[in-house]
């Protein structure tokens, strides 16, 4: 009655210690010999951090990450446009966070390996492709970089999260075609940097196409901060966008120009780009929402089964939620077909609105309203635009995407925090 879990990512870490706590064995395949904190911030929605409280892990969130106060919205002058507080301070019961990914997958994986053992996970290891038969499923492992066959591992269901460009996904929807691309890229760094705002603001600015994104991740003393940036820009129709490499290296110069003037009172952007060590580049793509997330003994989970635009601070949070969901269907039907049928139920609208309201900018729409009609600034804010229409933007964009203050407060915990039995018996063969 094994579940096989493709991927250590946020999603497939989240799924196995869920796994653990409700009693199902199961077992992560993990193509990255080792893992490594890769990545940048990230922001945890209430929701999710409820669930990953309920798995013991609020003291490893509340040191690693940050509670995030406010999220701001500006202009490509600086001039505030919208500004609303967040997590706690919006009234949900728990707060929102934003954090290091690469830092949250340590804490994740660290935990995994401390109450299920080293066995948890099988890393250095792709699945590349599985046989179902009426019992089960085998999964085919293979080397990461020369292909060749690892081993072979039996289950009863095989959950694919198994990210972005999910080899799962490609094999049961062959013919979903390439992601879409909006035609602009992404970078995005880290870099330390004197405290801004009140050091607890997530900061938009700009347009669509055209924006940068700041917000603390940690903080570092008492008047610096760890600040993580993302700044979008148009891109030739002939950039090589396909090439998704959560790893692939930018160049500063391809983004500090285009921001040489936005030095803001709050913040000096220029400064905060050139002085960043290193930055990676991602291709601003999502893909179309999926008829299904499951076919027989497999399902699609996390990444991989929703890449979304990053608007909205939804993508990791949506991965965790469908993570505890599984875990609970997992639970109360057996391994079986039928509790994938049932997340699928559960998740997979939801979520797919979530995607489709990303693609119309999500609360971000609130810049371009703006920007129409006041392309060069504003001296009153209320004058351009006045504060209720202005809070609409975002009010419609939670209840769309089921996160209001009311729903969430309202739902209770998707398993709860009973605490895991030991280990005995809980891994797979
Ligand atoms: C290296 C990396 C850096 C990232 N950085 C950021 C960031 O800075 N900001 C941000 O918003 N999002 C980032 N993301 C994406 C973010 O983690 C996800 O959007 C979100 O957390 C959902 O996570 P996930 O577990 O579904 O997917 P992911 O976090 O992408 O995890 C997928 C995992 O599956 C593994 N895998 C892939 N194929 C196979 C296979 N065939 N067999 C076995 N294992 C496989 C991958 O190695 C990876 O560990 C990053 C992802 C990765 C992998």
Redesign the pocket.
Known sequence: MTVLI???????LTLGLSLHQVGVPFRI????AELRP?????NLQPAAVRELYDLGLKDKLDTLGVKTGHTSYFNNRGQEVWSEPRGQAAGYDYPQISIH?GALQMALHETLLERCGVKAILAG????EWQESPRGLEAVLTDRQYGFEIDRLRGSVMIA????????REVLFPDVGLPNWRKSMMW?GVVRAPRFLDGRTMTISGTKGMKFVAYPIGDRGKTQSFVHWIAELPSAPDRDWKNQD??RRGEIDDVLPSFADWKFDWLDIPALIGGTEAVWEWPMVDRDPLPSWTEGRVAL????AHPMY?IGSN??SQ?ILDARVMARCLRDHGTTTLALQDYDAERREVVNAIILANREQGPDAVLDAVAERAPEGFDNIDEVMPEAERRAFSERYQVATGMSVAEVNAQSSIIGNIQAEPIAGRLGD
């Open positions: 493709t991927g250590a990512g946020l999603a497939g395949i993990e193509a990255i890769l990545g940048f911030g990230i990914r290891a792709k699945v590349s999260s198994d990210g972005a460009r999910s080899h799962t995005r959560w790893s989970l996390g990444d991989a990053p993508g990791a991965g």
